[in-house]
């Protein structure tokens, strides 16, 4: 099969930080980008043998001025999963992350100059703290129409097989180019043909999700389920299903977001937990910042809000203790500064 390269434009704005001062180098080119690239509906492994690259911005920070100085950047990403980009100038930055066999998925990232501690680096256009690392999460390329084929029609004719081999294979491209719409007709022909073919029900599914159609991607998935597949590849698909109810913004349905296990980040669980809060729901709010916290120890920002969620139930102690965490997390964080001034207005 013909294997296409998919660019997955995600629009967000993260503020990276610098490292600190380094008499070698301008004072406009010590920006960094960290995080984590991880496969799709995978329990957080990293994408083995990826890239990631970091385009220059057009302008400077100004906006108006041409950016002439700043170049490509590029790094490995290590064994599981974590990559740095290091010395990059102000500006929008447009960042990929690329792997064999993997549709490739882009950032497109606010670098700001400041030190890890200093919130003024964080701007109005981020959906991230600033000193908080981006991920990205990679969806495998469809390859395998051979396999698929063999396996669901094993004793058809071989001028069938071909035949069922050089559709499928051509909806797969088309997947992997993009057009989700032409992968959809193409699975329902197939399906239509040959019922026997349920596993596409998740091929379906996964170009319902990408194209925003929420509603029809589930019930692909259920359909796919209802073929009791093996049991590693039904947990892969319920977070992908997880992951649709997120994206729905369905809180309710995203309950079980616990047991889809590693396709949640740290940031997913926190949001679930922001959302229950607002909505007065104090102990859901509590579950999911627990599991953010649990997700990463050394955030700050799920411990700080276990400490409002301790306060609202009355356990002063217990806030104590969390905000005392919180300052010895992040000192100088927002949450750190916000969590020594309550201890000293607590009694």
């Not at 993260?14 to 995080?35: E, Y």
């Not at 022909?189 to 029809?216: I, K, N, T, V």
């Not at 796919?224 to 994206?247: G, I, S, Y």
């Not at 965490?325 to 100088?332: F, G, K, N, Q």
């Amino acid at each position: 099969m013909s294997v296409y390269r998919l660019i997955c434009f995600v629009l967000v704005a993260v503020a990276a930080l610098s490292l600190g001062a380094v008499p070698a180098r301008a004072q406009d080119d010590q920006g960094v980008i960290r995080g984590w690239v991880f496969i799709e509906g995978g329990d957080r492994d990293g994408v083995p043998g990826a890239v990631v690259t970091a385009e220059p911005p057009a302008y400077q920070a100004d906006g108006i001025t041409e950016e002439t100085l700043a170049i490509t950047v590029e790094a490995d990403v290590s064994d599981n999963g974590r990559f740095n980009l290091n010395w990059l100038r102000s500006g929008i930055w447009n960042v990929t992350a690329s792997a064999e066999g993997f549709s490739d998925v882009r950032l497109r990232i606010e670098v700001t100059q400041g030190t890890a501690r200093e919130s003024y680096a964080c701007t109005e256009t981020q959906v991230q703290k600033c000193q908080d690392p981006v991920e990205f999460h990679m969806a495998r390329l469809k390859t395998e129409a051979n396999v698929t084929v063999d396996a669901a029609l094993g004793d058809a004719e071989d001028t069938e097989r071909e035949e069922a081999r050089l559709q499928l294979t051509a909806a797969d491209d088309a997947y992997n180019a993009g057009d989700y719409w032409t992968a959809i007709s193409s699975y329902d022909q197939l399906l239509e043909s040959w019922p026997q073919m349920a596993m596409l029900h998740e091929d379906r599914g996964d170009a319902y999700r990408s194209l925003g159609q929420f509603a029809e991607a589930l019930t692909a998935y259920e359909l796919f389920l209802a073929t009791e597949p093996e049991a590693d590849v039904v947990e892969a698909v319920e977070r992908k299903m997880v992951r649709a109810r997120l994206l729905a913004g369905d809180l309710d349905a995203a309950g079980d977001l616990a047991s889809a296990g590693g396709d949640a980040s740290r940031e997913d669980l926190y949001n679930l937990g922001e959302v229950a809060f607002q909505q007065g729901n104090i102990d859901d709010a509590a579950g999911w910042y627990e599991k953010s916290a649990a997700a990463d120890p050394t955030w700050e920002a799920p411990v700080f809000k276990l400490g409002m969620v301790a306060l609202n139930r009355g356990d002063m102690e217990g806030a104590k203790v969390f905000f005392r965490t919180v300052v010895e997390l992040a000192p100088d964080s927002p949450e750190g500064v916000q969590a020594a001034a309550t201890l000293s207005a607590l009694p």
